[in-house]
Nanobody, 117 residues
């Protein structure tokens, strides 16, 4: 069964930091590239960062230098460290495997990140 549980969101002031966590079922996590996505109100969901099973990471230009993705394969967990947060980072953040997204698979509930003074 597909299971994704995101956590760690909250309200933070501009310039602040948050660390998101995503616990995935082994059926999703094992041997797959994992990604963090976000969706702001009225906008399409976008891929923010991804990491292969071997730890090779990519981040979107909009968050480069501020966000870092990592994973713990022993815990089936992927993380997103977000620093120097900006109001435009306000979104619901989701994790998933891009291959599952491509096939139209399920999503978790996401975690809300709000950057505001």
């Amino acid at each position: 069964q597909v299971q994704l549980v995101e956590s760690g969101g909250g309200l933070v002031q501009p310039g602040g930091s948050l660390r998101l966590s995503c616990a995935a079922s082994e059926s999703i996590f094992k041997a797959r590239t994992m990604g963090w996505y976000r969706q702001a109100p009225g906008k399409q969901r976008e891929l923010v960062a991804s990491i292969t099973k071997d730890g090779s990471a990519n981040v979107a230009d909009s968050v480069k230098g501020r966000f870092t993705i990592s994973r713990d394969n022993a815990k089936n967990t992927v993380y997103l460290q977000m620093n120097s947060l900006k109001p435009e980072d306000t979104s619901v953040y989701y994790c998933n495997a891009p291959t599952i997204v491509f096939l139209g698979g399920s999503w978790g509930q996401g975690t809300q990140v709000t950057v505001s003074s």
